[in-house]
Nanobody
Framework: QVQLVESGGGLVQPGGSLRLSCVGSGFGSDYHAIGWFRQAPGKEREGVSCISSVDGGTYYVDSVKGRFTISRDTAKNTVYLQMNSLKPEDTGAYYC???????????????????WGQGTQVTVSS
């Protein structure tokens, strides 16, 4: 049974930092990809970042390049999203998702992720 649990969200001032964690279980450590998505009220879900265990490749949406960093700790089955220089437009619910079939090269379309976490809220406001 695949499970994903996010944590690390919160309220932060513009320019601040947060680190989100996604702990996964129930799938192999060497053949999967983890994606981070976000959804702001009234907006569509957006793919933010992705990391593949197959080739180590990563992906960032243009709006977060240079500010967000995705990484993985295989021993802890955890993927992190380090978010720096946060802006009000980064506000939203952040979800991690796991893809465990297919080519697993980032970026991966959202409909190819078979498993999703419950989300963690990020609010950037002064």
């Amino acid at each position: 049974q695949v499970q994903l649990v996010e944590s690390g969200g919160g309220l932060v001032q513009p320019g601040g930092s947060l680190r989100l964690s996604c702990v996964g279980s129930g799938f192999g450590s060497d053949y999967h990809a983890i994606g981070w998505f976000r959804q702001a009220p009234g907006k569509e879900r957006e793919g933010v970042s992705c990391i593949s265990s197959v080739d180590g490749g990563t992906y960032y949406v243009d709006s977060v390049k240079g500010r967000f960093t995705i990484s993985r700790d295989t021993a802890k089955n955890t993927v992190y999203l380090q978010m720096n220089s946060l802006k009000p437009e980064d506000t939203g619910a952040y979800y991690c998702a796991a893809a465990i079939w297919g080519m697993l090269r980032c970026p991966i379309p959202s409909d190819e992720y078979g498993y999703w976490g419950q989300g963690t809220q990020v609010t950037v406001s002064s």
